[in-house]
Antibody, heavy 114, light 110 residues
Framework: EMQLVESGGGLVQPGGSLRLSCVASEFIFTNYGLHWVRQAPGKGPEHVSA????????YYASSVKGRFTISRDNPKNTLYLQMGSLRPEDTAVYYC???????WGQGTKVTVSS | QSALTQPPSASGSPGQSVTISCTGT?????????VSWYQQHPGKAPKLMIYEVSERPSGVPDRFSGSRSGNTASLTVSGLRAEDEADYYC??????????FGTGTQVTVL
């Protein structure tokens, strides 16, 4: 069964940076586009970013464009989200998900606060 | 783009059916056969229950069904059980690699 495990969340001050990782197992990593989805406390999910199978096509929500960078390392079966210029409104649980959101990780919590 | 619109809550007694709506536009729900539904229990990740409007992933009970009419998609849970009590979200492809999620519906089993 496909598995995704996120890490890298934590408490960061406004304006700071953080890199999230998502390690995949039990599936052919290079066959799937991947997504980052976040969910602020008490809110619905928000599609943040996506990357194609070989990394050449990316998508960013307008709320993070220019501040976040998605990338993937296929030999390491790992997806990344480099987050910069963080704002309090970026506080959320961040999930990685497989193509068409069939599989989700357990999430990693990011808190942006002074 | 705005979130898809769902009713905040829905409820039913065990064994009954409950239907949740998800309203978008012709640029998302009505324009692509890529509407999905997710179940989320407190503190857990969302779980895919329906994809491509009406398809069920393996392991999801056939008590869960999806449909679409125009710009509104629906999820029906038949034969309600206590474990169906959760938040439910819809999502739709909206073009240019963008997906939009719904506002969420809290389902209560009375």
């Amino acid at each position: 069964e496909m598995q995704l495990v996120e890490s890298g969340g934590g408490l960061v001050q406004p304006g700071g940076s953080l890199r999230l990782s998502c390690v995949a197992s039990e599936f052919i990593f290079t066959n799937y586009g991947l997504h980052w989805v976040r969910q602020a406390p008490g809110k619905g999910p928000e599609h943040v970013s996506a990357v194609s199978t070989n990394g050449d096509i990316t998508y960013y929500a307008s709320s993070v464009k220019g501040r976040f960078t998605i990338s993937r390392d296929n030999p390491k079966n790992t997806l990344y989200l480099q987050m910069g210029s963080l704002r309090p409104e970026d506080t959320a649980v961040y999930y990685c998900a497989s193509d068409a959101f069939h599989t989700w990780g357990q999430g990693t919590k990011v808190t942006v606060s002074s | 783009q705005s979130a898809l619109t769902q009713p905040p809550s829905a409820s039913g007694s065990p064994g009954q059916s409950v239907t949740i709506s998800c309203t978008g536009t012709s640029s998302d729900v009505g324009g692509y056969k890529l509407v999905s539904w997710y179940q989320q229990h407190p503190g857990k990740a969302p779980k895919l229950m329906i994809y491509e409007v009406s398809e069920r992933p393996s392991g999801v009970p056939d008590r869960f069904s999806g449909s679409r009419s125009g710009n509104t998609a629906s999820l029906t849970v038949s034969g309600l059980r206590a474990e169906d009590e959760a938040d439910y979200y819809c999502s739709s492809y909206a073009g240019s690699n963008n997906y939009i999620f719904g506002t969420g519906t809290q389902v209560t089993v009375l």
